[in-house]
């Protein structure tokens, strides 16, 4: 079973970057992608992007686009998450997971974004 793990996460001012990546352990990616999500204190789990392994397309919430960009490489099984101008509101922990066409499984155990004011 494919166990995926997540690392990059950090504590970051308004306005600066952060790239987490998402890496498969055991055996290769497989499923039809990778989605990352996030939980902030209170709230619920929300979608933020998702990759199509093959073809690499793309998704990403209304509240990221312009600023979050999800990539992925194929020789190191990892995906990535770069975070470009962080907001206070992107605090949450940011989990991975493997999207298997109708739902996710496979889910990283997180990790915590922190973004300052």
């Known amino acids: 079973q494919v166990q995926l793990v997540e690392s990059g996460g950090g504590f970051v001012q308004a306005g600066g970057s952060l790239r987490l990546s998402c890496a498969a352990s055991g055996r290769t990616f497989s499923g039809y992608g990778v989605g990352w999500f996030r939980q902030a204190p209170g709230k619920e789990r929300e979608f933020v992007a998702a990759?199509?392994?093959?073809?690499?397309?793309?998704y990403y919430a209304d509240s990221v686009k312009g600023r979050f960009t999800i990539s992925r490489d194929l020789a190191k099984n990892t995906v990535y998450l770069q975070m470009n101008s962080l907001k206070p509101e992107d605090t949450a922990v940011y989990y991975c997971a493997r999207d298997t066409g109708g739902s996710y499984d496979n889910w990283g155990q997180g990790t915590q974004v922190t973004v300052s004011s």
């Open positions: 990759i199509r392994w093959s073809a690499g397309n793309t």
